[in-house]
């Protein structure tokens, strides 16, 4: 995904201008604001696809300028970036009317996946397909069925999970604490490749036999699934 | 300061001075009202003698006249004890009587009044009486009166004891009170001499207890009890500060020579590439540890509490068993999951979901058996014990040694044998502290053969509103 609108909302202006540069050159348009305020005034006026928020802010924190902007129901998604907890402060952050969350120190491309799975949201919105195609593979959502070139695949529960979630986000970087919080519900950092030995098998199972692998492995960023034929 | 300025300084010796000028003010009041009674008492009985006599020597005279009335006075002044009697005529000369003198104006009205007088047969002895004055038909002017050397007695009697007594009790308040300051004073002197020389760095020393059980023995003991979690404490930021200074050096520098060697030696882009992503694995590998420590602080410190939520902790361990039951497959381990219904308990579904990922990581990493060719068995149980909740992860390692058992909950601990493989030693402290937030602990048995982990935890009452 290229061409993203984003604001950074953060007061330390070297992390800014670093974060500016990187999403520059992940093909993306970053401007950065130094506070709260002009922050808010510039989320205001909208055209953002993202917005970057720090918790901690001066003149305004982050928490009440997405809390202004959701009242005034500008939807535009939100990631709280924060050198806070780990826990409690997700779950204010979300409460505030954040969209996702992010504990500093993070790896940048952490950030960007993430921000480029926001953005698509808010692109995609409305009602969810009922049936995903990454290429080949089709995964028909009602009746829970999953076949490649016409072969039915199966699937434990889990797998299905993962793979319904990597195919909502076809074509984007997945990672794997993103994999974590949305088919376990759980936001730790899982210390072993437990997530990467899921993806293996899923991978076994989707790929195995057929010449054009979907299921990829991003170094250092995570998976994505994907029609490499195209 | 003097040693007795500073006796006279003492707490203890501002209150038993306090205690003993109230004491001596109650005495004062108690006495002075005992004989100011007593004297009225006395005053009264004298008043109903006088009266008694005065009416017996009424009817005398009004049955026999002046001749009768002077004839019994002079019976009675004989006895022994008499009460005072006196008979003038109108000019004011004595007919008959026991007194020799009275101020010259006492018998011109008639009354109850107290005189000084002086007695037939004695010289020139001022003695006070409480008369009555009584005018007779014919200018004759009787008076009787009794002497008021008892009740003046009584009362110098009675002021003597005050005195006395007052004495008594400010000499013996007084050194009652030094002897009580000085005791309490030696004790506290001993207590805060030993504060001093702590505070001066011998941390390991305590304060004295004198045996007594009483306050300051208490207070003393709570003091070495606080002390011995300074000193633990203080141990504890030791520990930690070296092991931080370890573990984030150690992969600092590797950090650090992977850079080095790459600026030396890579000769083509691709060199370098596998350098920089060396780095920055390193550098998340950091991030994670300092995530891991911030976290396990935050949660001891109380100021990181968790999503706090009714939730079913056997389902929490049935997912994170599945989430790493691939990673045990792959290790040649069955990892089971033994759980018997729903176990609710009321906290962080996130933490208590963390803490187990940290048990079975651990077991998975560190509990293969002993045995060649035994098939590694990892045990994850949850289950209900009265009102607790247990969940225990157990597997068939080398298990811990007894002597290590407390120290495994230390940050950055990592026992022999284990620093060679990945991990940062802080998984079991993040367990602790996970526990501790639960208000729980977390127990260390030997599972014949290997380890088994309890973290106990409340179970949620069974009333518990899930909105809470």
Known sequence: MSGMRILIIEDDQEAAGYLAKAFREAGHLAECVGDGLEGYARATDGGYDVLIVDRMLPKMDGLSLIGGLRQQKIETPALIVSALGQVDDRVKGLRAGGDDYLAKPYAFSELLARVEVLARRKGGGGASPTTLRVGELELDRLGHKLTRNGKEITLQPREYRLLEYLMQHAGQVVTRTMLLENVWDYHFDPQTNVIDVHVSRLRSKIDKGFDAPLLQTVRGSGYMIRDSAR | ?????????????????????????????VMTWVSWSVGRLIDEQIGATVEA????????????????????VERRVRQPGASLYLVTNFQGQTISGNIKSLPPDVLLQPGVRETSYERVGESAIDRRALARIFLLPGGFRLLVGRDLEDRESLRNVMGGALLTSLFWLVVIGTLGGLFVARRVLRRVEAISESARSIMQGDLAQRLPLAGANDELDRLAANLNEMLERIQELMAGVREVSDNIAHDLKTPLTRLRNRAEEALRNANQSSDYRIALEKML??????????????????????????????????????????LYEPVAEEAGVDLVVETSGEVLVSGSRELMGQALANLIDNALKYGSPQKQGQRARVQVRVQRVGDKVEASVADQGSGIPAADRERVFGRFVRLEGSRSRPGSGLGLSLVAAVAGLHNGMVKIEDNEPGLRIVVVIPAAAAEANPLD
């Open chain 2, 1 to 29: 300061m003097t040693a007795l300025g500073k006796l006279f300084r003492t707490t203890a010796f501002k209150l038993s001075l306090g205690y003993l000028v109230a004491f001596a003010i109650g005495a004062s009041v």
């Open chain 2, 53 to 72: 006599e005065i009416n017996g020597l009424s009817e005398q005279y009004a049955q026999g006249g002046i001749r009768r009335l002077v004839d019994v």
């Open chain 2, 281 to 322: 694995e390193e550098s998340d590998q950091l991030i994670r540890i300092f995530n891991a420590l911030l976290m396990i602080a935050r949660l001891e410190a109380g100021t990181e509490r968790g999503d706090h939520v009714l939730f079913d902790l056997a389902a929490s361990a049935r997912d994170v068993a599945e």
